[in-house]
């Protein structure tokens, strides 16, 4: 396979599993920031709360609390910070990681804990822990402090409460967020009539025509122009062949696409989608060239593909997706 003369590389932004992970609610959602005053305020400009899901933590403390008022240590103890901390975690922006959900989606029943801070909250307040959860592997974990630290360690240690909040590497997608006083970065919707499904990729072409080229995760590409009016035929359906699923979070589908520098000329161009791996019944990352139709700029000539590369991978999440043009 021969690359020679192609002013093309593809970058693979390949994320392994215990690598640093973006941000994600339990419902798989990025955080936002509430438009609303929070009980859980330490994740109020960035998490994963809405004012009902904070409304119901803030009523689930409070009768917690209502239930161990003849507990006169739970004060001394320092255990309704604990309490809270614990509780809001479901809105912490790292939720997904926090709980474990983020591959197998069963969420835990209790958010992993970071051993001094596990160790610390066992000592002090277990009396508490049935109130936060009956889960019977948490209660067997109960017969001591260790057990249960241990239990509550995650996969990805990396996530636990609270040395995450300390961590640079993370903590920085959340400092990004902030405001500047010279503004913002801002963002207007594109062709919002449109009612794209998963649109992935916006590409202008490299030629005089002025096109865009949207493309959708189940693989379905379509020209807009500047205007917002999109051609009526799609340009390209590889929606027979990509692989996706209506699945909230699942990362699959129809990545990316890239234009060749004289595609002006030669009407090539580079795209990125997942596929069905039979032999292994899982999935693949493809790379292909296409060409564009002799008779028709508009069209897909399906019957050109030049598979470059196929990959084989472990997980529906993390497969990269970014292919582009670097001179
Ligand atoms: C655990 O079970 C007890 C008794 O059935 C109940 O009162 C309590 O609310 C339960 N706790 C949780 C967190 O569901
Ligand atoms: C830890 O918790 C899980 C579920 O929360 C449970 O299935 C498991 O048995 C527990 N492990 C121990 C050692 O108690
Ligand atoms: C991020 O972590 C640094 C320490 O590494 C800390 O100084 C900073 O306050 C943290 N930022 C946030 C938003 O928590
Ligand atoms: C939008 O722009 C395209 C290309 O310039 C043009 O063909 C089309 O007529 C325009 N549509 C509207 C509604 O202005
Ligand atoms: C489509 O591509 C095939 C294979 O490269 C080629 O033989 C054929 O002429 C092309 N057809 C059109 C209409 O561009």
Known sequence: MSFSGLLLFFVLSLKFRLSV??????????????????????????GCCSLIRDRSLRSRYNSILKELRNEVTID????RSF????????????AAHIYDAEDDRVKRPFPGLCPDYCSDFYDRCRSLIPFIT?????????????????NLTLTDVDYCYPDWVNKNVLNQSISRDTRTEEGCL???????????R??????YSPDDTGRIFVSEQIGVVHIFYKNQTRLQEPFMDLSDVVLSSS?????????????????AENGRFYVFFSINDEVRLRQKIRISEFRVREDDGNK????????????????????????????
């Open 21 to 46: 992970c973006h941000p994600q609610c339990l419902d798989f959602r990025p955080p936002f920031e509430s438009t609303e005053k929070l009980f859980c305020s330490d994740y109020e400009d960035f």
């Open 76 to 79: 001394q103890k320092g255990c």
């Open 83 to 94: 309490l809270k901390s614990v509780l809001c975690q479901e809105c912490s922006p790292y």
């Open 134 to 150: 009956n889960d019977t592997g948490i209660a067997k974990a109960m017969v001591s402090r260790e057990q249960f630290c241990e």
């Open 186 to 196: 801002c963002l207007e919707p594109f062709a919002p009539n449109h009612r794209l």
């Open 198 to 203: 998963n649109a992935l990729s916006f590409r």
């Open 247 to 263: 699945s909230p979070g699942d990362e699959r589908g129809f990545l990316n696409l890239a234009f060749h520098p004289r595609f």
């Open 300 to 327: 897909v000539n399906r019957t050109s593909e030049r598979v470059i590369v196929e990959v084989g991978q472990p997980y529906w999440n993390h497969n990269g997706g970014e292919v582009s043009y670097r001179s």
